[in-house]
């Protein structure tokens, strides 16, 4: 399989905090790879720090996507290459109706209109996958959605957005059974209609139970410490991360 | 009839600061003679209109309006008979009551108008009735630097509720001097939704006195100035009434060499036990060349109550830009869609779909099927 | 059962003692050329001070009281004494040559043990004249300058101090300010060379004996290129049943990089009207950080203004403001931005009891040249009461659309489950509240140095007494 996402030897923290001391992970087209760590570990600088969040600062190494180099570039280029990560605490913005924020991300995703007919019509079907009720499309973005709500919204954008690698951010941390049984089966939608390539940051397992797993990458202080197939998880879920943690 | 003008103070604080800040209060010219201004309005059933003061249960008691009293002596001196609205008891509105004063003709036949104008309302909102009034606030065949004056004035009895939506789109040399004012006795709401898309100089004041117990005020405004438009404001809650609530939302948009002074006072008066005030504002600034002055004041006389303030004004907040950005929206899009979303907030508070596309209309939206 | 072993248990005549002061010089009451003249010639002024003075008079004659505030019609200039000079031979380096009855009210009041204690230089004013001012011996050998005005004026820093008086705060500034410059008499000097980092602070105490009389001081700081300082300022007067009027002004100028730390305990007498003037001038990378709690006084109009004129200069106010019965207590902070990159933090809370009155007044302005700058004031009132008031009016003025301005007000009262469970746990109800108010108030409290948290904890306890029914 082709490479999709390559980061070489990547640094990069807050001000004058690193931490991430120099991380490589490759993901090919199409592939699931899981991401897991005790917490602290930098797994969610990570993702922020892969789709340019200017809140970090790369101080060495290099991402490349699709091919082309995207270290620093602007986060709103990056994620029209193909990218999208899911926030743990998306926004709430008032005036903005959900469904006209996906629309407008996506015809600027696309560069062209698109009509509101058929738009309305796969927004629909989109959100009955995902049990929302089709009232929320006119509500305000995240304003008064609860947690499960919230992170069914974004869900939502990744099936709307179609981008080839979803980064989703612990999408399963703070649900009910039920919640992540929903946002599973919006990840499995997503593989199956887009085909796409997964990179998901957890600490439990709950979502990756209907997926099938390529790579497993474990990282601790901000240090890919192990990498192994879909078995490593299962090692982890018995035995937790102590045989990673150095003194 | 220049000589004839009248320089009053309109807009003042409740209380003073200090001067240098130019904040205590506006000062306009207005002229000796404003025609009255007209107007097309479709009454719902259950409403009646009357001619001259429609408000029974409060001519005794002086109505204090957000202009205040200066301007409210200029107006009674012009001796315009005011237009009431009625509802009886227990009557709950069908439909809106819609005025609108855009597309009148005023003048003759080819000669448009270009005097000042005055129109004067009054609403009685009997007990546990509810109504609700959309005034379409646009220019009638007057062209050109005008001033219009108007000016609302309510009543609304135990248990009734009244909610005054005002949409300005008044053209750029206009003068716009709103001013409301009224009563709300137990139980009862005043809800004011105001969406500010036009007029060159714009005054807008109203007083709400929470009189009764348990009776509340909701107030919700949104500003799109650009150019050389300004905005002076003053918006007055008396708290009086036990367990009264109010809730002040402003927010906008400056762009331009635009102006815009936010005054917004929560005032809770001895004897009003259990209140609760909340103001918010949100400004995004846009230009370098703005002016944006803000003071919302709490004062209080009473010990249990709960008031708060909060403003947000500058940049777009760098989470959001952040996260719109994580969605392909470049930071010049994002502002764009936030300028908008400004006016979208408030205007989904209204429920008449006639007016909220005319909104739209405002705003540079295509017409586009419904679905 | 005796309370003595109570932290709490402070005794209020601490403040309220007073000695006779028959045998000081005073000039005639009222506010006349003559009169300033006359100060001119007791302090052997430079000319150019004495022109300033006569100027100053001119303009107070001109300026119209303010139209808005605290009422101060109690106030009759004619009857205040503007200057009162104690008898005694000026200034003093040692207390022992400090007349006795003074020394004695700065011994009740603590300021030589708090000198031999903690702080690097103490200066000590009363009624008009500054009567002890030392600095401790390797503080003055990092060339650090603490000393009174008026000498200072005369001296090698003459220069240096007619460069900088009343430059921040001009005569033409309000009405006060211009009394001021007509009348000023007293107060401290000090200047902290480059690169030097005091890290123990020097205070200044101000006590406003003489019945009727007004106190005038003027205080200059100058924190040089990248020092630091911190500087405590402390005030109280004994009651007399006429006002008493307190119009000093204090101009600090804090270079490049510089810190100056300026915190005040004020606890005048409750028949003082306190029109203060404060306002520091913030270079480039420079900060202010002022801490002040207000206690005392009948009506008070204060305000400490900071102005940022340089790239990245910082501002930070914590105050705290506690009006009980009789005072109306207008305070706050004005802060102007002038600079690319600025900053303001203000953090302010506001207790009103038994008919007190109190009212935060801010400020914030940003200008069209202060890119990228930032604001965030915080103001929180508590009303202890149903017959006090409190007042929130903050003005912000934005002319830059490149900036992060924000704000918060709350105003609330102490709630009674929070009372419940205290008593709950043990407390009388009054313990309960006071200890509430303490909390409310430990904003100002934990930026303080010990002992002062803990007087102005006493303080607070204190005017909590008898609150309850």
């Known amino acids: ?247 | 009839m220049m000589d004839n003008t009248k320089n009053i103070h309109i807009n003042k604080l409740p209380v003073r600061t200090w001067n240098k800040l130019k904040m205590n209060e506006a000062s306009i010219e207005l002229g000796p003679k404003p025609s009255q201004a007209l107007y097309k309005d479709e009454i719902p059933s259950g409403v009646d209109r009357v001619s001259g003061k429609a408000i029974g249960p409060m001519s005794d008691i002086p109505v204090n309006t957000g202009l205040g009293e200066e301007f409210d002596a200029y107006v009674t001196d012009m001796g315009i008979k005011s237009v009431g609205y009625i509802t009886e008891d227990g009557v709950e509105a069908d439909a809106p009551l819609y005025i609108s004063y855009g597309g009148v003709r005023h003048g003759k036949e080819d000669e448009p108008a270009t005097d000042d104008k005055i129109g004067l309302i009054d609403f009685t909102v009997g007990e546990k009735s509810s109504l609700t009034v959309i005034q379409d606030i646009a220019d009638d065949d007057s062209r050109g630097a005008y001033t219009f004056v108007l000016q609302n004035k309510y009543h609304i009895a135990e248990g009734g509720s009244l909610t005054l939506i005002q949409v300005n789109r008044l053209g750029k040399e206009v003068c716009l001097c709103n001013d409301i004012g009224g009563y709300v006795a137990d139980g009862g709401k005043f809800s004011l939704i105001q969406v500010i898309l036009g007029g060159g100089v714009n005054y807008y004041g109203s007083n709400t006195g929470l009189t009764g117990n348990g009776s509340g005020v909701s107030i919700d405004v949104a500003y799109s100035l650009d150019g050389e438009a300004s905005l002076d404001m003053n918006y007055v809650v008396d708290h009086r009434g036990r367990n009264s609530e109010s809730n002040i939302g402003v927010s906008g948009v400056m762009k331009g060499s635009s102006k815009k002074l936010f005054r917004g006072t929560i005032d809770f008066h001895k004897g009003c036990a259990g209140a609760k005030g909340a103001e918010i504002e949100d400004v995004l600034l846009i230009d370098d060349t703005i002016v944006n002055q803000t003071i919302p004041l709490i004062l209080c006389d009473e010990e249990d109550v709960e008031g708060s303030h909060g403003a947000t004004i500058g940049r777009l907040d760098e989470h959001l830009l952040t996260y719109m950005k994580s969605r392909g929206i470049s930071e010049k899009d994002a502002y764009v869609l936030m300028e908008r979303a400004k006016i979208d907030a408030v205007a989904g508070k209204i429920e008449d779909d006639r007016i909220k596309g005319i909104i739209r209309t405002c705003m540079g939206d295509e017409p586009e099927a419904e679905v | 059962m005796k309370e003595k072993t109570q932290v709490d248990d402070i005794d209020r005549s601490l403040y309220d003692f007073r000695f006779e002061d028959k045998d000081a010089y005073k000039v005639k009451e009222g506010l006349t050329e003559a009169i300033v003249k006359q100060i001119s010639d007791e302090k052997s002024d430079p000319d150019w001070m004495r022109e300033f003075r006569l100027k100053a008079l001119k303009i107070y004659n001109e300026t119209d009281v303010p139209d808005w505030g605290p009422s101060l019609e109690g106030l009759d200039i004619d009857n205040i004494v503007t200057y009162v000079r104690p008898n005694t031979e000026r200034m003093h380096t040692s207390w022992e040559d400090v007349p006795e009855d003074i020394k004695d009210t700065f011994d009740r009041l603590g300021i030589p043990q708090a000198e031999r204690k903690s702080l690097a230089g103490v200066g000590a004013q009363y009624d008009s004249e500054l009567v002890y001012h030392n600095i401790k011996d390797d503080v003055a050998k990092q060339g650090v300058i603490y000393t009174d005005i008026e000498s200072a004026l005369r001296g090698e820093y003459g220069d240096m101090i007619r460069e900088h008086f009343m430059k921040a705060v001009p005569p033409t500034d309000h009405k006060f300010a211009a009394l001021h410059g007509a009348v000023w008499s007293g107060g401290s000097f000090v200047y902290v060379p480059a690169g030097v980092h005091l890290d123990i602070p020097l205070q200044s105490y101000f006590r406003l004996n003489a019945k009727g009389a007004g106190q005038f001081e003027h205080t200059l700081i100058i924190v040089d290129e990248g020092a630091y300082l911190h500087f405590i300022e402390g005030c109280s007067a004994p009651k007399y049943n006429v006002a008493n009027l307190h119009a000093g002004c204090v101009e600090l100028y804090i270079g490049k990089n510089a810190t100056l730390r300026y915190s005040t305990i004020e606890n005048w007498s409750k028949n003082m009207y306190n029109l203060n003037t404060k306002r520091a001038i913030v270079e480039e990378g420079g900060k202010i950080e002022w801490v002040s709690g207000s206690f005392g006084s009948h009506i008070s109009y204060l305000y400490p203004m900071s102005v940022l004129n340089g790239k990245g200069a910082r501002a930070e106010f914590t105050g705290v403001t506690f009006a009980g019965e009789g005072q109306n207590l207008d305070t706050g902070t004005k802060v102007v931005h002038n600079a690319e990159d600025t900053s303001s933090y203000i953090n302010t809370r506001s207790i009103s009891k038994s008919g007190g009155i109190s009212t935060f007044r801010s400020s914030v302005i940003i200008a069209k040249e202060a890119h990228g700058s930032k604001s965030a004031v915080s103001c929180e009132s508590l009303m202890v009461d149903d017959i006090s008031r409190s007042d929130t009016i903050p003005a912000m003025d934005i002319r830059c659309a490149d900036v992060d301005v924000g704000h918060e007000a709350k105003i609330g009262r102490i709630s009674d489950e929070t009372v419940f469970y205290l008593m709950s746990r043990g407390l009388s109800e009054e313990e309960a509240r006071a200890l509430i108010v303490r909390g409310f108030a430990d904003n100002v409290s934990k930026e303080l140095p010990l002992e002062y948290a803990v007087e102005m904890n006493n303080l607070i306890s204190l005017e909590m007494k008898g609150s309850i029914g």
């Open chain 1, 1 to 247: 399989m082709s490479e999709l996402l390559n980061i070489k030897g990547l640094k990069a923290g807050i001000e004058e905090k690193e931490i991430l001391h120099g991380v490589d992970l490759n993901v090919g087209e199409g592939e699931v790879h899981v991401i897991m760590g005790p917490n602290g570990a930098g797994k969610s600088t990570l993702g922020s720090v892969i789709i340019g969040d200017p809140g970090y600062e790369i101080t060495g190494g290099s991402i490349s996507f699709d091919g082309e180099d995207i270290t620093g570039e602007d986060t709103d280029k990056i994620v029209k290459k193909g990218l999208f990560l899911t926030f743990q605490n998306p926004i709430e913005i008032s005036g903005i109706t959900l469904s006209n924020f996906i629309k407008t991300a996506l015809e600027l995703h696309t560069g062209e209109r698109i009509k509101l007919w058929d738009f309305k019509k796969k927004l629909k079907e989109t959100m009955e996958v995902l049990q929302m009720d089709p009232s929320y499309a006119d509500r305000d973005l995240n304003v008064g959605f609860s947690g499960g709500e919230k992170k069914k919204a974004e869900i939502l954008q990744l099936l709307m957005l179609r981008p080839k690698l979803a980064i989703l951010d612990e999408t399963d941390s703070g649900l009910d059974v039920d919640a992540v049984h929903v946002v599973s089966k919006g990840v499995e939608e997503y593989k199956k209609q887009v085909g796409g390539a997964l990179l998901i940051i957890t600490h439990s397992t709950r979502i990756l139970e209907a997926l099938k797993v390529d790579r497993t990458h474990v990282l601790v202080d901000g240090r890919i410490v192990a990498e192994g197939d879909a078995g490593l998880i299962e090692e982890i879920n018995r035995d937790g991360f102590e045989r990673f943690l150095t003194a």
